[in-house]
């Protein structure tokens, strides 16, 4: 390929160039020349210098000019209401009011379900946890067609975070359910609000698909299988037996198992009319959900929740042995507070749960306002998105809710009822609280099977997913992401909630920071029958052969403290074995070089502690008599070199362009070392 002289240059943007001009190029790159001398001037100037049919891009330049311009702009950025409403018109109200509607007959009885049935709360607290996140999202959210609200994940996890506080004795300290959950919920929000706050938006991508998609495969059948309690109508049985909310997933599924022929005849034939009913309009839904938007949003679990309160009331199946939801407290709107705070000891627990909840909360959200602002041509931040559901869940928190985030399945049906804006959510909230206000007391008669049947639909769809990744993973082979998935998968069952979201976390972060901590670097060698043409050694062994006496090391990334930790040990490795894929404890493969280069282009930058340790290597380099060279230094790097002394270390005649003129320069001092000793 040809290249241009300056090409080779530090700052050009052709320096990413990893292979070096043979002596075909260079004749080919000479006989050009005598061409292009031969031609008119005109000839030799550039086809983007002559005129052209394309415009050139002028840039406008809308800076603002005084503060109150400056406050103007960025009041619209960190409030997005203020920017969507002025320019809200009646034609985007009715999709967003339809959509705010059925997601509203969706989350209601969802909210009810996983307060009583996940959080072990009273009913209100779902209620709490839809209208205050849904209306405080619309303010400060940039997402059109997220779905804010509970999440069965996270509301297992407030429940079973309550459970363990109740299963440990304490002289000094007695729970409060509700006040345990409020703060939880509080400080979901803080912990999401500052990360928003500090930048860290980016988390989103430290989270692995196989570990998360074995959690909530997991969280899925840890739910299924606490529902299927109340389904057979087997709760007082359930007592009878020790289990309690600490009890494990593989204990209750136990019960099950030897308890299945005892279910309660009437509860049984709830859940299954319910179930069967919910699971066959997802499917309608799906089939014919794209040509016909009516079905989309026909509000199937209203329906049933109506449907089963009616027939409740009128065939008195309350006294029948099914159970309901009973009478729901109501103090109407709450003023927010902040309950009083727990031991020291027992706030370690409640914030690292919380903690918890924030990462996987917010790494779904993210994904879904990704998804649906690709899909609809606009931007989101996710910083500003943390911001916001931190604001949503601190209020939550502050008003006795639950904790809210985004979710899949309801922004989905959000989308397709015609949400346009953030306005859909806030119809959302402010028909959660007319609920809250005035329906509350007709949930009287609503039977808790009903309840455990919304819940355990919604769960199967955390399930869909896991037959495609599992295909996927099998299909390009890979093992570890498999292993990763089933080690998440079957702890998050066996061993506990916590354990699972915690081991979720922490091995998504050991990841990250074990590939990171590598620097990629590669042996590169010259390609057989050529002089001057170099390619690393790995793209095809059998094609590149290694120098004698000469070892060329490319770096291919920048340097920084968290990648130069194990420099001296991978470099040490190359040189030996020539491979990082052979084993330390096999004989070298390589004798002892006496030059060492170093192609560094590309590397854009080093810090501190990087050219503290490259120092290191160039002088360990130097003890052992070995000459050290670098080819295609960039700027940010060589101000480096000369601010560190390692320039100097180096010396000025040891930096080259181009890694042939290095190979020049070794050649000419093999040749005077070879007729010293003549």
Same mark, same amino acid.
């Given at each position: 390929?040809?290249?241009?002289?300056?090409?080779?240059?530090?700052?050009?943007?052709? !320096?990413?160039?990893?292979?070096?001009?043979?002596?075909?190029?260079?004749?080919?790159?000479?006989?050009?020349?005598?061409? @292009?001398?031969?031609?008119?001037?005109?000839?030799?100037?550039?086809?983007?210098?002559?005129? !052209?049919?394309?415009?050139?891009?002028?840039?406008?330049?809308?800076?603002? =000019?005084?503060?109150?311009?400056?406050?103007?702009?960025?009041?619209?950025?960190?409030?997005?209401?203020?920017?969507?409403?002025?320019?809200?018109?009646?034609?985007?109200?009715?999709?967003?009011?339809?959509?705010?509607?059925?997601?509203?007959?969706?989350?209601?009885?969802?909210?009810?379900?996983?307060?009583?049935?996940?959080?072990?709360?009273?009913?209100?607290?779902?209620?709490?946890?839809?209208?205050?996140?849904?209306?405080?999202?619309?303010?400060?959210?940039?997402?059109?067609?997220?779905?804010?609200?509970?999440?069965?994940?996270? !509301?297992?996890?407030?429940?079973?975070?309550?459970?363990?506080?109740?299963?440990?004795?304490?002289?000094?300290?007695?729970?409060?359910?509700?006040?345990?959950?409020?703060?939880?919920? &509080?400080?979901?929000?803080?912990?999401?609000?500052?990360?928003?706050?500090?930048?860290?938006?980016?988390?989103?991508?430290?989270?692995?698909?196989?570990?998360?998609?074995?959690?909530?495969?997991?969280?899925?059948?840890?739910?299924?299988?606490?529902?299927?309690?109340?389904?057979?109508?087997?709760?007082?049985?359930?007592?009878?037996?020790?289990?309690?909310?600490?009890?494990?997933?593989?204990?209750?599924?136990?019960?099950?198992?030897?308890?299945?022929?005892?279910?309660?005849?009437?509860?049984?034939?709830?859940?299954?009319?319910?179930?069967?009913?919910?699971?066959?309009?997802?499917?309608?839904?799906?089939?014919? +959900?794209?040509?016909?938007?009516?079905?989309?949003?026909?509000?199937?679990?209203?329906?049933?929740?109506?449907?089963?309160?009616?027939?409740?009331?009128?065939?008195?199946?309350?006294?029948?042995?099914?159970? $309901?939801?009973?009478?729901?407290?109501?103090?109407?709107?709450?003023?927010?507070?902040?309950?009083?705070?727990?031991?020291?000891?027992? /706030?370690?627990?409640? &914030?690292?749960?919380?903690?918890?909840?924030?990462?996987?909360?917010?790494?779904?959200?993210?994904?879904?306002? =990704? $998804?649906?602002?690709?899909?609809?041509?606009?931007?989101?931040?996710?910083?500003?998105?943390?911001?916001?559901?931190?604001?949503?869940?601190?209020?939550?928190?502050?008003?006795?809710?639950?904790?809210?985030?985004?979710?899949?399945?309801?922004?989905?049906?959000?989308?397709?009822? +015609?949400?346009?804006?953030? /306005?859909?959510?806030?119809?959302?909230?402010? *028909?959660?609280?007319?609920?809250?206000?005035?329906?509350?007391?007709?949930?009287?008669? &609503?039977?808790?099977?009903?309840?455990?049947?919304? %819940?355990?639909?919604?769960?199967?769809?955390?399930?869909?997913?896991?037959?495609?990744?599992?295909?996927? $993973?099998?299909? %390009?082979?890979?093992?570890?992401?498999?292993?990763?998935?089933?080690?998440?998968?079957?702890?998050? $069952?066996?061993?506990?909630?916590?354990? +699972?979201?915690?081991?979720?976390?922490?091995?998504?972060?050991?990841?990250?920071?074990?590939?990171?901590?590598?620097?990629?670097?590669?042996?590169? +060698?010259?390609?057989?029958?050529?002089?001057?043409?170099? =390619?690393?050694? @790995?793209?095809?062994?059998?094609? *590149?052969?290694?120098?004698?006496?000469?070892?060329?090391?490319?770096?291919?990334?920048?340097?920084?403290?968290?990648?130069?930790?194990?420099?001296?040990?991978?470099?040490?490795?190359?040189?030996?074995?020539?491979?990082?894929?052979?084993?330390?404890?096999?004989?070298?493969?390589?004798?002892?070089?006496?030059?060492?280069?170093?192609?560094?282009?590309? /590397?854009?930058?080093?810090?501190?502690?990087?050219?503290?340790?490259?120092?290191?290597?160039?002088?360990?380099?130097?003890?052992?008599?070995?000459?050290?060279?670098?080819?295609?230094?960039?700027? @940010?790097?060589?101000? /480096?070199?000369?601010?560190?002394?390692? &320039?100097?270390?180096?010396?000025?005649?040891?930096?080259?362009?181009?890694?042939?003129?290095?190979?020049?320069?070794?050649?000419?001092? *093999?040749? =005077?070392?070879?007729?010293?000793?003549?």
């Amino acid at each position: 390929m040809h290249r241009p002289e300056e090409s080779s240059t530090p700052n050009s943007s052709s !320096s990413f160039q990893f292979e070096d001009t043979d002596e075909e190029e260079l004749l080919a790159r000479n006989t050009l020349s005598e061409t @292009q001398a031969l031609l008119s001037l005109e000839d030799q100037v550039p086809r983007y210098l002559t005129a !052209s049919p394309l415009p050139s891009a002028r840039l406008s330049d809308e800076t603002p =000019k005084d503060t109150w311009s400056t406050l103007k702009i960025r009041s619209k950025y960190y409030l997005p209401i203020l920017q969507w409403l002025p320019e809200y018109n009646r034609h985007l109200f009715l999709g967003d009011c339809l959509a705010g509607i059925t997601l509203a007959c969706l989350l209601i009885p969802q909210g009810l379900s996983y307060a009583t049935a996940l959080c072990k709360l009273d009913a209100i607290h779902g209620l709490y946890g839809i209208a205050f996140p849904a209306i405080s999202y619309a303010f400060f959210g940039m997402s059109r067609q997220m779905s804010v609200g509970p999440e069965a994940t996270l !509301s297992l996890l407030i429940g079973s975070s309550i459970a363990q506080q109740e299963h440990i004795k304490s002289d000094d300290y007695e729970i409060d359910p509700l006040a345990w959950s409020c703060l939880m919920t &509080l400080f979901v929000g803080i912990f999401t609000f500052l990360l928003g706050i500090f930048r860290l938006g980016f988390l989103d991508s430290l989270m692995s698909r196989a570990l998360l998609r074995g959690f909530i495969s997991g969280v899925a059948l840890v739910v299924m299988v606490q529902q299927g309690i109340t389904l057979l109508g087997l709760v007082e049985r359930s007592h009878e037996w020790g289990i309690s909310e600490a009890s494990t997933t593989v204990e209750r599924l136990y019960f099950l198992v030897r308890n299945a022929k005892y279910a309660h005849g009437l509860s049984s034939a709830v859940s299954a009319v319910s179930v069967t009913i919910l699971l066959n309009m997802r499917i309608v839904k799906a089939k014919f +959900g794209q040509s016909k938007k009516w079905f989309q949003l026909f509000p199937d679990v209203l329906l049933i929740v109506v449907g089963a309160i009616l027939l409740t009331y009128y065939f008195d199946w309350e006294h029948h042995g099914l159970a $309901i939801l009973g009478k729901i407290d109501s103090a109407g709107i709450p003023l927010p507070a902040i309950p009083s705070f727990p031991p020291n000891k027992h /706030m370690k627990d409640l &914030l690292v749960t919380s903690a918890m909840i924030a990462v996987i909360g917010f790494v779904e959200s993210i994904v879904i306002a =990704k $998804i649906y602002s690709s899909k609809h041509n606009y931007s989101v931040s996710a910083n500003r998105e943390l911001v916001a559901l931190g604001v949503a869940n601190v209020c939550s928190g502050l008003f006795q809710g639950i904790p809210a985030f985004g979710s899949v399945s309801r922004s989905k049906i959000n989308d397709k009822a +015609g949400a346009r804006t953030q /306005m859909a959510c806030l119809v959302t909230g402010f *028909i959660a609280l007319l609920a809250i206000l005035f329906l509350l007391p007709y949930f009287h008669y &609503l039977p808790k099977a009903v309840l455990s049947s919304i %819940i355990f639909v919604a769960v199967l769809s955390l399930l869909s997913e896991l037959p495609e990744d599992l295909h996927f $993973i099998f299909k %390009i082979g890979a093992w570890r992401d498999l292993a990763l998935l089933l080690i998440t998968f079957f702890a998050t $069952i066996i061993i506990s909630l916590e354990f +699972g979201t915690l081991l979720a976390v922490s091995l998504s972060l050991l990841l990250t920071i074990r590939e990171t901590s590598y620097p990629r670097i590669s042996i590169m +060698g010259r390609v057989k029958g050529s002089v001057n043409k170099f =390619k690393p050694i @790995q793209d095809d062994p059998t094609e *590149i052969e290694h120098l004698q006496d000469v070892l060329i090391v490319r770096i291919e990334e920048a340097l920084f403290f968290a990648n130069t930790g194990q420099l001296k040990d991978r470099l040490r490795r190359l040189e030996m074995f020539g491979d990082m894929s052979i084993h330390p404890s096999e004989s070298p493969r390589r004798d002892e070089s006496l030059y060492t280069i170093f192609d560094v282009s590309s /590397m854009p930058s080093i810090d501190a502690s990087a050219i503290q340790i490259f120092y290191e290597i160039v002088e360990a380099y130097k003890s052992r008599s070995v000459e050290v060279y670098f080819v295609r230094l960039r700027d @940010q790097p060589l101000g /480096m070199f000369k601010k560190s002394g390692l &320039l100097d270390l180096v010396g000025q005649d040891h930096i080259f362009k181009k890694v042939p003129e290095a190979i020049e320069a070794i050649e000419l001092d *093999i040749s =005077k070392r070879d007729s010293t000793v003549y």
